[in-house]
């Protein structure tokens, strides 16, 4: 069982950054694991925002584009989310997600609120 942790969400200004971590319980980092940051926006399905390739590669969503980066280490066992440029539109509850040997795994889930 691969367990999710994160952490870092909160209240930016706008224009503002902010990390999220992930931790995840497991050492799974390979080519056969699907790594991804989604979030849901009240009212709104949830969304992919970015997302590891099978080829170690990185997609994003095109809202987010040049301002948020996803990134990982190996030797902690950590996902991250880097996001720059923050807008009112950005606020949602952000989660990781791992899918690994068939199974699919969500963090808690973290709130962020970018204000005026």
């Known amino acids: 069982q691969v367990q999710l942790v994160e952490s870092g969400g909160g209240l930016v200004h706008l224009g503002g950054s902010l990390t999220f971590s992930c931790a995840i319980s497991?050492?799974?980092?390979?080519?056969?694991?699907?790594m991804a940051w989604y979030r849901q926006a009240p009212g709104k399905d949830r969304e992919l925002v970015a997302s590891?390739?099978?080829?170690?590669?990185?997609t994003y969503v095109d809202s987010v584009q040049g301002r948020f980066t996803i990134s990982r280490d190996t030797t902690t066992n950590t996902l991250y989310l880097l996001m720059n440029n923050l807008k009112p539109e950005d606020t949602a509850v952000y989660y990781c997600?791992?899918?690994?040997?068939?199974?699919?795994?969500w963090g808690q889930g973290t709130q962020v609120t970018v204000g005026q």
């Open positions: 997600y791992v899918q690994y040997l068939g199974s699919v795994y």
């Open positions: 497991h050492s799974i980092f390979s080519r056969h694991v699907l």
């Open positions: 590891f390739t099978s080829g170690g590669g990185r």
